[in-house]
């Protein structure tokens, strides 16, 4: 299930203030997602954490190569697939806190035309009929593109994470009901 901000729990209105609270300048848009996951908050953490592996869920990357080691201040190349209106893109690790499950990614370069685009990835546990759930919250902010407005670069920017927030469920489910309760790290 995909929800937005008019659909929000108060769980959800507090993690978004908490997390994902975004300056934003005149020239730029901003929203957030949410979707609920059917598997436990270990196995969707393990994929989302991975800076270094996007493509184990994100279904529009084809490679990713990360410069150093993976800490703060990490840059990652990555090749899109065709399709998109780019092929690559040069993104920094900017927060991966393991405790509080937060992931934040900016784009620093690349041949698409999402500039000053920072992303903020949530991850927080539920339980739902007394099963482990996960809900993902993920945000951003861009600056809208000449010749776009606002709500056509939020459009499409919603229609890429909404992929890939369903991308990631179907990895994280299937390898739940596949009884993988280790992290994916591990496995």
Not at 83 to 105: K, Q
Not at 119 to 126: K, L, R
Request: charged fraction near 25%; charge should be negative; proline fraction near 4%.
């Amino acid at each position: 299930m995909m929800t937005n901000v008019r659909g929000s729990s108060g769980l959800e209105k507090e993690y978004k203030k908490k997390l994902h609270n975004h300056e934003i300048k005149d020239n730029q848009c901003t929203s957030f997602l949410i979707k609920h996951i059917q598997a436990p908050l270990h196995l969707v953490w393990s994929l989302v954490r991975r800076f270094d592996q996007p493509q184990k869920y994100k279904p529009f990357i084809s490679r990713c190569v990360v410069q150093g080691n993976l800490e703060i201040g990490s840059l990652r190349e990555v090749d899109l697939k065709s399709g998109l209106p780019a092929t690559t893109s040069t993104e920094r690790l900017e927060l991966l806190d393991d405790n509080e499950h937060v992931l934040r990614v900016r784009f620093i370069g690349g041949d698409h035309r999402l500039r000053n685009y920072s992303s903020t990835v949530s991850v927080h546990p539920e339980v739902i009929e007394g099963r482990p759930m996960t809900m993902v919250i993920e945000s951003f902010v861009v600056d809208v593109p000449e010749g776009n407005t606002r709500d056509d670069t939020c459009c499409f920017v919603e229609a890429l994470i909404k992929c890939n927030l369903e991308s990631l469920a179907n990895v994280s489910e299937r390898l739940s009901v596949q009884d993988i309760t280790q992290p994916v790290d591990r496995v």
